[in-house]
């Protein structure tokens, strides 16, 4: 039987690392966020179910355990967020030049930061950090 030829292999593309390292780190975010829709489902649950469960969410979500995971998750919304709209991007053919992508990965990063910070002050600002 002849040998089929195999899909293109990872070393027929030129990626370079901050493509490389944006792609996971959106993947990554991507995980992390679904994986923390758990509290939110929590938190609705608790609200659908009575004042006394409520409270006792309430309690549990306000630990500082949990404001560190809500922090984390904020860090990936932002990033997760930027990087969807670089993909948009892309996905209408332009920014796919190796600077022009090079460029993206940096404001991604920036963009993200910046939305982190703000949001983080924001609901600092109203209690909710």
Known sequence: ??????????????MH???LLTSILNRITGLVLAAGLLLLVYWLMAAASGPLAYARAQ????????KAVFLALLAAFSYHLCAGVR??????????????????AYAVLGASVVLFVGLACWMFQRGAL
């Not at 309690?59 to 949990?66: D, Q």
């Not at 993909?87 to 993206?104: A, I, M």
Request: hydrophobic share 35%; glycine share 6%.
């Open 17 to 19: 690392r901050y493509t």
């Open 87 to 104: 993909h948009l991007v892309w996905d209408s053919g332009r920014g796919l030049e190796r600077e022009q992508s090079r460029l993206s």
């Open 59 to 66: 309690a549990v979500l306000g630990l500082w355990v949990c």
């Open 1 to 14: 039987m002849a040998e089929r030829p195999l899909s293109p292999h990872l070393s027929v593309y030129r």
